[in-house]
């Protein structure tokens, strides 16, 4: 297999608390890895260190077989690595072009000054919305106006824009309904079949199931198991997060 | 048609009450009391510009009146001492500029809210303008290349007017047209949704706040150039005039933001009702009330964004 992320050893301190001691991850190239665990396993903390946001206490962090070191969010995305966290990182009340092209605007030198490219970034967000299947039509829509799940589309897209090989996303339905979470797995399999690598939290079973490919169960700041989701069940996983606990009592 | 009524409303309604006046009100479509109108308009609007950039960024400047009265003084003693006349301007230009930073500076580097810290600088603003002027008020008969600035006309247009018209297109643009404007505007709505996207939220802070100050200074130049004297408190006024206009401007054509072609309007409406109301015979402190009645209440119908943002602290 084709591994294109991997973190060895990481440790990681919060003051008194070790939020990792000595987590190992594997992530091959186009597939859907989820992170599981119990609440404090680390998960939040792991994804952290490889989105550029903290800084490991010790630990490799391998992209593409180089070991890098981010010192900020902006080193990890030139990396490849974007991070969709739980709040989507949106502006509600700019639209939906504006939302995708934050930050990194299109615009053309005039006289040595920049304007804005409004029609070519309307017509850019689209063709990117459209790739994921997601149809919105009026891209000067603010984001406050959409559905969640078109919420995610537009962060995606966004991550997308940015070139993202690598895309985390945080708890991405924890806040979605039915309807709303089958569009999520949705876009996240639309992720796949472009030949992203998706990292993947949630703390529902079910969703990991229906869309991710392997698994990698944290407990106590450790990883105790990574193994292929074929032919496993939600009940089977969740047992396995339960039961981590005794390996690592036992251990 | 909702959505017209939301754009345009405010718009609709100041220029009917232009006509009410050009029909009504004694005097007030004489060529003299229009351009006296346009004029006010002017300095109000140059504040208003200047306002709008900081409220865009979400941050308040409370001081822009006091530090234009500080630049104006500037301008004034450097007349009064002979100095030349464009270092006397460029003098009152950087006071403004620095007072804005300073601003800024308080916001983004030691973290004190903006609506303490301008409340703070406006003071000291205002007691350093008397101790340059001592308290009096300076008044000469200056060059008149200088006076120009505001009294001097191009085609039978004043050069206040021009200019006003100036800093107006250029901020309109800039917020409208620029990678910097929807920088500062995302600054404004989502500072940690724009700081995520790479956007330098606090470079974008610290230029609102100059932009308020520098706008301020001009503002001073001018009035000072147009009154041809210059006095420790001669903006003071300004400051709730030039804050209604910003916030009777977020009711208009992008509802509920600060933008600059609402600021413009607001300024006109403003200047035209000032006017207007002196022409009727209305009591003095009715336009007091007035400027109460509009603060509040454009930013009690617009659903502001700002509402959320800057002022649910
Ligand atoms: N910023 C922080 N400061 C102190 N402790 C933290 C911080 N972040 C996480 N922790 C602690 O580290 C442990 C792991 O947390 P986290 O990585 O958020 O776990 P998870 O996402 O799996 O719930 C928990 O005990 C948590 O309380
Ligand atoms: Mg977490």
Not at chain 1, 19 to 37: F, M, W, Y
Not at chain 1, 86 to 99: R, V
Request: with cysteine.
């Amino acid at each position: 297999m084709n591994q294109i992320l991997s973190v060895t050893g990481a440790f990681k301190k919060y003051g008194a608390v070790t939020a990792l001691r000595g987590a190992n991850l594997s992530v091959n190239a186009g597939e859907v890895h989820a992170i599981c665990g119990d609440n404090g396993a680390g998960k939040s903390t792991l994804i952290k260190l490889i989105a550029g946001v903290e800084t490991p206490d010790a630990g490799t962090i391998e992209v593409r077989g180089t070991p890098v070191s981010f010192g900020d969010p902006q080193d990890a995305l030139a990396a490849g690595i974007a991070t969709i966290h739980q709040d989507l990182g949106l502006a509600p009340a700019m639209a939906i072009y504006q939302n995708i092209y934050l930050g990194s605007e299109l615009s053309v030198r005039l006289a040595g000054i920049r304007v804005l490219q409004k029609r070519a970034m309307m017509r850019g967000a689209r063709e990117i919305l459209a790739k994921m299947n997601s149809v919105m039509t009026d891209m000067t829509k603010p984001v406050e106006a959409l559905s969640g799940g078109q919420r995610q589309a537009v962060a995606i897209a966004r991550a997308l824009r940015w070139n993202a090989e690598i895309i985390i996303m945080d708890e991405p339905t924890a806040a979605l309904g039915v309807r709303e979470t089958k569009e999520v797995v949705r876009l996240i399999n639309e992720l796949r079949n472009r030949g992203a690598t998706v990292l993947l939290i949630s703390h529902n079973m079910a969703d990991v199931i229906a869309v991710a490919d392997r698994a990698t169960i944290l407990k106590g700041g450790r990883a105790v198991t990574s193994l292929s989701l074929d032919g496993v069940s939600a009940d089977a996983l969740a047992k396995m997060i339960m039961d981590g606990a005794d390996d690592i009592e036992e251990a | 048609m909702k959505q017209l009524v939301a754009k345009y409303g405010t718009a609709l309604s100041g220029l009917a009450l232009f006509v009410v006046f050009l029909l009504f009100a004694r005097n007030f479509a004489s060529p003299a009391n229009l351009l006296t109108v346009l004029k006010q308009a002017s300095f109000l609007a140059i504040f208003a510009c200047g306002f709008t950039f900081a409220l865009l960024t979400s941050e308040l400047d409370l001081s822009f009146a006091s530090i234009a009265s500080l630049a104006a003084v500037m301008v004034g003693w450097l007349l009064h001492s002979d100095t030349s006349w464009l270092i006397a301007v460029a003098a009152g230009l950087a006071v403004g500029t620095i007072g804005g930073l300073l601003n800024g500076l308080l916001v983004t580097a030691i973290k004190v809210p903006s609506l303490i810290a301008t409340l703070g600088t406006a003071s000291i603003a205002t007691g350093t303008a008397f101790m340059v002027t001592g308290g009096v008020a300076f008044v000469g008969r200056w060059d008149a290349s200088f006076l120009a600035l505001a009294r001097g006309k191009v085609l039978g247009i004043p050069f206040l007017i021009i200019i006003m018209f100036a800093i107006v297109a250029i901020s309109w643009f800039v917020t409208r047209l620029t990678p910097l404007g929807v920088h500062m505007q995302a600054t404004g709505e989502a500072e940690g949704a724009a700081h995520r996207a790479g956007i330098a939220t606090k470079r974008m802070k610290l230029l609102g706040l100059t932009l308020s100050g520098a706008a301020a200074g001009a503002a001073a130049v001018l009035l000072v150039a147009n009154l041809s004297s210059a006095a420790p408190q001669m903006a003071g006024d300004f400051l709730l005039n030039a804050i209604a206009a910003v916030l009777l401007g977020m009711t208009m054509f992008d509802p509920g933001r600060p933008n600059i072609a609402g600021s413009f309007v607001g300024a006109l409406i403003l200047a035209i009702l000032a006017n207007g109301l002196v022409l009727f015979g209305a009591p003095y402190y009715l336009q007091d009330i007035m400027l109460g009645v509009i603060v509040i209440g454009s930013v009690g119908v617009s659903a502001s964004v700002l509402k959320k943002a800057a002022f649910s602290v």
